[in-house]
């Protein structure tokens, strides 16, 4: 608003208005989307907003929440990306101690589920274009307020560092097993930050593969899902999107998405002798680590 001001000469909330509704789709997601998802309104003036609300009102059958300001609107944007973002970071935690413990999270889960109010989140990488980031624009406004956030950031590096994490996992499976680390041919199933997903925007797949090259490893990444030029453009990778284009004889299998495709898919084919895989998805049965 301010650089319209500068720009235009109009006067904010005399010459001109604003209006907001934070996003809330979900990519993938083919039961909620805009006319299903309450829509939270507001807008710069009590005018503004009841304008704004009457538009989304229009089209959204699961209603309307109008909030008192723009700021209260985006502020609940943000955390509401936030309260994920920690929620996966504890459970991402939890995977880590679990595995030193030998036993496995998804078991452990199922287990707490029973009790009924048991929030029933999953480990896994936490990519994409907003839990990933929107807790870092509420952090960087608290600290310009003199207020350094403690568990919104803790969160925050945990979940930046489960790639590296699985990757290295990877390995120390692949070196108990006898494999040779240097040149050794590894699959990456996924590069999309979700599954039956397309975005690439903020994957954390690509923490898994620049650590799987500081290894030294070979590394093939199959999405059928994503556009190879995308990735080629954003990571400078080439993308397997072809099922007939992988090769047997991979020594480690990383399934990083759990996309419908890779559960159909019989990794037993492309499997060495000893090969390792480690599952952060859970979509194989028999893999040999996971998340």
Known sequence: MPVIERTSGLTYNVDFFCGYSPERINPGDKNHRLATITKVTSGSTPEAADIVDALYASIVTSGTHRAPSIRVAEAAKVIENAQRDINIAFINELSMIFARMGIRTRDVLEAARTKWNFLGFEPGLVGGHCIGVDPYYLTHKAESLGYIPQIILSGRRLNDGMGRYVATQLVKMMVKKAHRITDANVLVLGITFKENCPDIRNSKVIDIVRQLQD?????????????????????????????????????????????????????????????????????????????
């Not at 093939?220 to 004889?249: M, Q, R, W």
């Not at 991979?250 to 419908?260: C, K, P």
């Open 215 to 291: 290894f030294a490893c070979n590394i093939d990444i199959f999405d059928p899902l994503a556009d190879p030029l995308e990735v080629k453009h954003e990571y400078g990778i080439d993308l397997i999107t072809k099922e007939s284009d992988l090769k047997p004889g991979y020594e480690g299998i990383m399934a990083a998405v759990a996309h419908d495709e890779f559960k159909r898919l019989d990794i037993r084919r492309y499997k060495a002798p000893g090969c390792v895989v480690y599952d952060v998805k859970n979509i194989y049965a028999d893999s040999d680590e996971y998340l």
